[in-house]
């Protein structure tokens, strides 16, 4: 306990003021005092501080009185944060809401300022959602209906059940690209499987952003890199379509290494179109950008 004793006129004498620390019992004293007013302040950790007054005689010795001190209300400021993963979580969610024209899924495009690193677990949930949307079925069964007029792959024949063989190897290849190339890979090398929106800079810089952005991604630890897990997905999706499509219809490492090439020409395509024109066109985006 802290106890400071002011006597006399204090604006005319600092000299006066005084301090003492009482001992672990709580006594306390104060020698060579002057005569006249003083004021006791009384302050110890955790209790509220307490004055006392009185006038000290000349040759008196004043004892105080027994002082009992009243616990602090504790004011107590608590500072709450969200975690790394919270705040990725809640980006996923504004980002599951991206929509073309309202209703075609944008999910694998950022348009936060501060985009947060993925768990892998946040990487396979988002690979999910985009496999299982009732458009990516409706997109697929376009692209099967495509095929079947052109007669692609026409060792699937025609009919239902050409339709339906060309309806699986389609769905196969878009559900094995986006696991292994926005998933698997990416949690295995480390890698932000999403398009980083630019938005700003003249359209030459951004056009080769978006073209760049094929090859190159940012890693979990916010740096740019080789988009290793984009190159080998693609591969990897390609080699398996091998295994599903009609035997007349492979070629082999030549088919696999065209469909790479086809995937990731595609891919800068989609990012040049994401780059100036899909943020207009996707519901949400504009919301999501204007946060504070």
Same mark, same amino acid.
């Given at each position: 306990?802290?106890?400071?004793?002011?006597?006399?006129?204090?604006?005319?004498?600092?000299?006066?003021?005084?301090?003492?620390?009482?001992?672990?019992?709580?006594?306390?004293?104060?020698?060579?005092?002057?005569?006249?007013?003083?004021?006791?302040?009384?302050?110890?950790?955790?209790?509220?501080?307490?004055?006392?007054?009185?006038?000290?005689?000349?040759?008196?010795?004043?004892?105080?009185?027994?002082?009992? =001190?009243?616990?602090?209300?504790?004011? /107590?400021?608590?500072?709450?944060?969200?975690?790394?993963? @919270?705040?990725?979580?809640?980006? %996923?969610?504004?980002?599951?809401?991206?929509?073309?024209?309202?209703?075609?899924?944008?999910?694998?495009?950022?348009?936060?300022?501060?985009?947060?690193?993925?768990?892998?677990?946040?990487?396979? @949930?988002?690979?999910?959602?985009?496999?299982?949307?009732?458009? /990516?079925?409706?997109?697929?069964?376009?692209?099967?209906?495509?095929?079947?007029?052109?007669?692609?792959?026409?060792?699937?024949?025609?009919?239902?059940?050409?339709?339906?063989?060309?309806?699986?190897?389609?769905?196969?290849?878009?559900?094995?690209?986006?696991? %292994?190339?926005?998933?698997?890979?990416?949690?295995? =090398?480390?890698?932000?499987?999403?398009?980083?929106?630019?938005?700003?800079?003249?359209?030459?810089?951004?056009?080769?952003?978006?073209?760049?952005?094929?090859?190159?991604?940012?890693?979990?630890?916010?740096?740019?890199?080789?988009?290793?897990?984009?190159? =080998?997905?693609?591969?990897?999706?390609?080699?398996?379509?091998?295994?599903?499509?009609?035997?007349?219809?492979?070629?082999?490492?030549?088919?696999?290494?065209?469909?790479?090439?086809?995937? %990731?020409?595609?891919?800068?395509?989609?990012?040049?179109?994401?780059?100036?024109?899909?943020?207009?066109?996707?519901?949400?985006?504009?919301?999501?950008?204007?946060?504070?």
């Amino acid at each position: 306990m802290k106890l400071a004793v002011t006597g006399g006129d204090q604006s005319q004498d600092q000299s006066q003021n005084r301090e003492v620390v009482s001992g672990a019992d709580g006594q306390f004293s104060f020698a060579n005092v002057a005569p006249g007013a003083f004021q006791l302040s009384i302050t110890a950790a955790g209790f509220a501080p307490q004055t006392s007054s009185g006038t000290l005689l000349p040759g008196e010795i004043h004892n105080i009185p027994q002082i009992a =001190l009243a616990v602090a209300i504790n004011i /107590t400021d608590v500072s709450v944060s969200l975690s790394r993963i @919270e705040v990725a979580e809640a980006q %996923i969610k504004d980002e599951e809401q991206q929509r073309v024209f309202g209703f075609i899924p944008n999910f694998y495009v950022t348009y936060d300022p501060h985009p947060v690193s993925l768990t892998s677990k946040q990487k396979f @949930e988002l690979a999910w959602k985009t496999s299982i949307d009732p458009v /990516t079925f409706a997109i697929v069964g376009g692209i099967a209906g495509i095929q079947q007029a052109d007669n692609d792959f026409s060792g699937y024949g025609q009919g239902v059940q050409g339709y339906a063989k060309r309806f699986g190897s389609t769905y196969a290849n878009l559900f094995a690209g986006t696991f %292994i190339g926005s998933a698997i890979l990416p949690s295995l =090398l480390k890698q932000d499987p999403r398009y980083f929106y630019k938005g700003t800079g003249s359209v030459r810089d951004r056009t080769f952003y978006a073209i760049a952005f094929a090859v190159v991604c940012k890693g979990d630890n916010g740096r740019w890199q080789v988009n290793y897990s984009n190159i =080998l997905g693609s591969l990897a999706a390609g080699a398996l379509s091998n295994l599903y499509y009609p035997a007349q219809n492979r070629n082999g490492a030549a088919l696999t290494f065209e469909n790479t090439a086809i995937g %990731i020409g595609a891919t800068a395509a989609a990012n040049i179109v994401e780059e100036f024109f899909i943020r207009k066109l996707s519901s949400n985006a504009n919301r999501v950008n204007s946060k504070p």
